[in-house]
């Protein structure tokens, strides 16, 4: 579609509150808060237009401004980063819109990228990016989020369960017995500026309610959701030991 310019204005939600980790969006890593290192990785995009940050406080304003980034202050009682790009998207620019969390500091660019150009090339409501597994436990992991996936690249459904089922083998040896392929979502978002313009008047829906995911809301109501393959996985920081396990991957960088 190439009526369609392949820029996206990228938000970066960052909040301050965390229940394990309190304040993670600004702890340190490599002597720079760690949200500085995911808008550092976000401006070095290729198409990448107009770059934010959502906070919530004055802290995370501050902080954000302190390195340069641009604020826009947001409810601290939006409950999910989708809720808080549409929040203020009346002053945000573009069709396309990217939504990459304040807490992964290694972030890969090119996936992003690849993120703007599946949409520029389809035209989709949204797309977002999964990775193949590869390990079993992760297969079975609930908190491995797994997507099913058309033949043309649409996710179908997301789920907690190891799905597409396969029946006849055990679970643990689906992987092993080379006859299918699993997905795991990638948290990564891209809207249609469309889509977030109908997010407020949603309703929660039945299989976002059971699953615990607010993908589904999206999927519940048959929107186009296009997905692309990344061999990133993301190291995000929702813990003490995730903090230093990230000071150390640092370190080796």
């Not at 770059?51 to 302190?66: K, N, S």
């Not at 998207?89 to 573009?94: H, K, N, S, V």
């Not at 690849?114 to 390990?135: M, Q, Y």
């Not at 689906?174 to 008047?201: D, F, M, N, Q």
């Amino acid at each position: 579609m190439s009526s369609i310019p392949a820029k996206a204005t990228v938000a970066i939600p960052a909040r301050l509150g965390s229940t394990r980790l309190p304040g993670k969006v600004l702890l340190d890593l490599g002597g720079k808060p760690v949200v500085q290192h995911v808008w550092e990785r976000v401006r070095s995009m290729k198409s990448a237009g107009r770059v934010v940050i959502l906070a919530d406080t004055e802290q995370v304003r501050a902080a954000a401004e302190a390195f340069g980034a641009e604020v826009i202050m947001t409810s601290p009682e939006c409950r999910s980063g989708t809720e808080r790009l549409s929040s203020v998207l009346a002053q945000l620019p573009g069709e396309f819109f990217l939504n990459v969390q304040g807490d992964e500091p290694f972030i890969d660019a090119a996936m992003l990228d690849a993120l703007v150009a599946r949409w520029a090339e389809t035209g989709c409501a949204l797309v977002t990016a999964v990775a193949k597994i590869s390990d079993p436990a992760k297969l079975l992991n609930p908190n491995v989020v797994k997507v099913v996936r058309g033949s043309d690249g649409r996710a179908v459904y997301f789920s907690r369960s190891p799905v597409p089922h396969l029946r006849g083998v055990p679970a643990e040896e689906w992987i092993s017995s080379g006859k299918g392929t699993w997905w795991s979502h990638i948290g990564v978002y891209g809207y249609a500026r469309a889509t977030l313009e109908a997010h407020p008047t949603m309703p929660v829906s039945a299989l976002e309610t059971v699953e615990s995911l607010e993908q589904l809301r999206f999927v519940d109501r048959g929107m186009s959701f296009q997905t692309v393959e990344t061999d990133y996985h993301p190291v995000s920081i929702d813990t003490a030991e995730d903090l230093e396990n990230a000071r150390r991957l640092f370190a080796r960088e």
